[in-house]
């Protein structure tokens, strides 16, 4: 998408809770961000919005009664349908975090989260979404030159060798492929795949960048992947495909 | 089987055994008529009948009163498996029913600062957004608390002194230590502390929440000393301070969720630290341990098993 279609088109946006005080607050926040949206307060309503709407992207709760945000996600994908989704996760983090990946969620964040971030999610999702493709967070596979991530099994190969890494750090190397190319805050990456804002932050994280970068034998100051953004945080440079 | 239940074992089986002893001795000896008693039996059998019948009796006593022992012991725990379970869902449920009104709070803040009608409030809309950043915080420390106890601990070696100087390196970047004198001692003779197996994030979490309390309760001039060493089968973590220390009637009560002493009210902080630093010990088959006195300091063990 360039920038003049961006300005002419205002992307939509579907919000999906079944709280209403988040949704009549959420709402009008979002569209004077600059979307266009619609609402729906459960699973069933969200299917029928997708299909009638159309929208551009979909923010998604988790915990809604009859059909719960896991089962639309997955109904969605079953149906080919790829628009990108950002689910609101809630309880069990850690499990809901692992399904969500495996259930092509393009991204989430956790309640309570400052709306501004819901805002910069939704832009750099749809900035990398290509319309009516499998997104990277539905692939089985991700490839970034010789580097291989087996998503379900989760294992990580490179020139067909397997790397020996901790279950962090496979996390963090999945989810830094599947937004390759974002600049990606320590807090966001703590937020993202430790599930938990330590208040110690940055140093947990720099601690698995630098396991990562030991397996994935990657020059720091010349990186083919995991790049510093002195002062920011850390962005993955290489490009990614998406297999199978 | 315990020494104790052990010397009961032998006493319930002495006559058994006095039996045997007696009945080898006796049946060397000549046949006596038992003019009572109409069936003929050698005294040396009578007597082994008599030890295995005590030998009997005693055994059973003991085995449906050990029994008993393990059964009163197996609800104990059950019941307090059911206690925990129980507490982790009230604590999910409470961090649950209060994220939704936090996120809606947080969705109608941001409206209300972006209403150009509302300009003069900026200060009142800065002031309520802080108290829901610490209210969300708190959610987030009870949701901690309860996915400690069930969540998948990774266990590989972590490297107690490469944690403890990431810590002091955390702690020093985050707390400039403002007058403190902030070292680290890690025994190099006879070998240096060995790893012990665990779940990094967690045991640094833990180290860093103690050594966070340490810095938020001690001042200028105070001597903060984080050390470890091992003893064979636990890996002890300790954090001292010459603080102001904790007066006795509140050091049972430290471990407490959210609970915050008298000297604690000005300070920043959840009262959830020293409880999220036990619950981490505890899932790793440790122990923490809290010694204080009121004006001389501080000093918390968190001892780890080596394996």
Redesign the interface.
Known sequence: MNEEAGMTTQPKILLVDD?V??TS??A??LE?AGFRVAVAADGEAALARVADFGPDLVVLDI?MPQLDGRQVLRELRRAGNWTPVIL?T?????TERAMALEEGADDYL???????ELVARIRAVLRRARPGQRPLASARRLISGDLVVDRLPRRAYVGGRELQL???AMALLEYMMMHADELLSRDRLLDAV???????G???VD?RIAELRRALDDDPADPVFVETVTGQGYRFVGPVEAEG | MTLKSARLWIVALLPLVAGLAAASLLWDVEMVNNPVVAVRIDLGSAVLVAGLAVSAVLSSALGSWQAAGRRCRAQMDEARTQAAGERRRFLQRLDHELKNPLTAIRAGLANVAGDPGLAGQGETVKGIEAQVVRLSRLTSDLRKLAELEERPLERRPVDVAQLLEEAVAVARDQAPAGGRRLTLTLPQAPWPVPSVPGDWDLLFLATYNLLDNALKFSGEGDAIEVRAFEDGTFVAIEVADTGPGIPRDEIPRVWQELYRGEEARGVPGSGLGLALVRAIAERHGGRVRLRSRAGQGTVVTMRLPLR
């Open positions: 709280e005080a988040i607050n959420l009008p926040f004077r915990l609101l809630q309880v069990g983090e850690s956790n309640k309570p989260f400052d709306p501004h901790t279950p962090k430790w599930g938990w804002d330590y208040p110690v940055t140093r947990t601690t």
